[in-house]
């Protein structure tokens, strides 16, 4: 008997530590620290001290330059580094903030090709939000209703990806043409406001490579996909016929 009542308290650790959050909530979850983001406050944090310290700055970019010359192209890493060169603290600042916009272009590029995969969808959205937050501060400076509108229109695109739910329950229908509409308001304004001539980036894939790897690590449990229901199924067998077994053994008793 005891060793039934083991087994089963197992099991049921087991699944509790197997069903994803996102089952129990509807969030954008963890934002999983955007690498560009961090590095941009960190260079300006620098670049505040008196004197600048773009030593320090440049130091900081080195760490994610090869991630933006992977997905953005070359120029806005050589146009960063000309800037630190030059010791134009201004410069520096302003051209990190476009990149955080491209960032942001193409990490909701990434969600649009890939809309299907919730899980993905829903970690990259995240670290596209995480990068405007870098950002908030400068838009609501100028127009703090149009900061509100952006963080609207993330929310939307949010509810766009719909929810797989867990077992049929708390399931909720995907809508790309929603998220379209949250995308291209989002990035028309941050275009606008940036003054970026466009958005298109150099060495910019089409497909799902970019995933981060915590997404890599997760994406298992993605209920959407039937394969990914299997464990769970198997999970539960054990859970009941561990119960059937208690409960026998308990009438015998």
Same mark, same amino acid.
């Given at each position: 008997?005891?060793?039934?009542?083991?087994?089963?308290?197992?099991?049921?650790?087991?699944?509790?530590?197997?069903?994803?959050?996102?089952?129990?909530?509807?969030?954008?979850?963890?934002?999983?620290?955007?690498?560009?983001?961090?590095?941009?406050?960190?260079?300006?944090?620098?670049?505040?001290?008196?004197?600048?310290? *773009?030593?320090?700055? /440049? @130091?900081?970019?080195? %760490?994610?330059?090869?991630?933006?010359?992977?997905?953005?192209? $070359? &120029?806005?890493?050589?146009?960063?580094?000309?800037?630190?060169?030059?010791?134009?603290?201004?410069?520096?600042?302003?051209?990190?903030?476009?990149?955080?916009?491209?960032?942001?272009?193409?990490?909701?590029?990434?969600?649009?090709?890939?809309?299907?995969?919730?899980?993905?969808?829903?970690?990259?959205?995240?670290?596209?939000?995480?990068?405007?937050?870098?950002?908030?501060?400068?838009?609501?400076?100028?127009?703090?209703?149009?900061?509100?509108?952006?963080?609207?229109?993330?929310?939307?695109?949010?509810?766009?990806?719909?929810?797989?739910?867990?077992?049929?329950?708390?399931?909720?229908?995907?809508?790309?043409?929603? *998220?379209?509409?949250? /995308? @291209?308001?989002?990035? %028309?304004?941050?275009?606008?406001?940036?003054?970026?001539?466009? $958005? &298109?980036?150099?060495?910019?894939?089409?497909?799902?490579?970019?995933?981060?790897?915590?997404?890599?690590?997760?994406?298992?449990?993605?209920?959407?996909?039937?394969?990914?229901?299997?464990?769970?199924?198997?999970?539960?067998?054990?859970?009941?016929?561990?119960?059937?077994?208690?409960?026998?053994?308990?009438?015998?008793?």
């Amino acid at each position: 008997m005891k060793t039934s009542r083991f087994f089963f308290y197992i099991a049921v650790i087991i699944i509790l530590n197997l069903i994803p959050l996102k089952a129990f909530a509807y969030s954008y979850g963890d934002p999983n620290k955007e690498a560009v983001a961090e590095a941009y406050k960190e260079m300006k944090e620098k670049l505040n001290e008196q004197p600048p310290n *773009f030593a320090a700055a /440049k @130091e900081i970019f080195g %760490t994610i330059k090869e991630e933006i010359d992977m997905h953005m192209g $070359l &120029e806005p890493s050589k146009a960063v580094l000309a800037a630190i060169e030059a010791k134009d603290r201004q410069a520096v600042i302003k051209d990190m903030e476009k990149i955080l916009v491209l960032n942001i272009a193409r990490r909701l590029d990434n969600i649009e090709a890939n809309f299907d995969q919730y899980d993905t969808s829903k970690r990259l959205l995240a670290k596209a939000f995480a990068t405007y937050e870098a950002l908030s501060p400068i838009i609501q400076g100028k127009d703090p209703a149009l900061d509100k509108q952006l963080r609207t229109e993330f929310d939307k695109a949010l509810h766009s990806l719909g929810n797989p739910g867990l077992f049929g329950v708390g399931e909720k229908k995907s809508d790309i043409n929603a *998220f379209k509409k949250s /995308k @291209e308001t989002i990035l %028309t304004v941050l275009q606008q406001q940036f003054g970026l001539k466009s $958005l &298109e980036v150099g060495h910019f894939s089409d497909s799902a490579t970019e995933k981060p790897d915590e997404v890599k690590k997760k994406e298992w449990t993605d209920l959407s996909k039937p394969k990914n229901w299997i464990p769970l199924i198997i999970i539960v067998a054990i859970i009941i016929g561990t119960a059937l077994i208690y409960v026998r053994r308990r009438k015998r008793a």
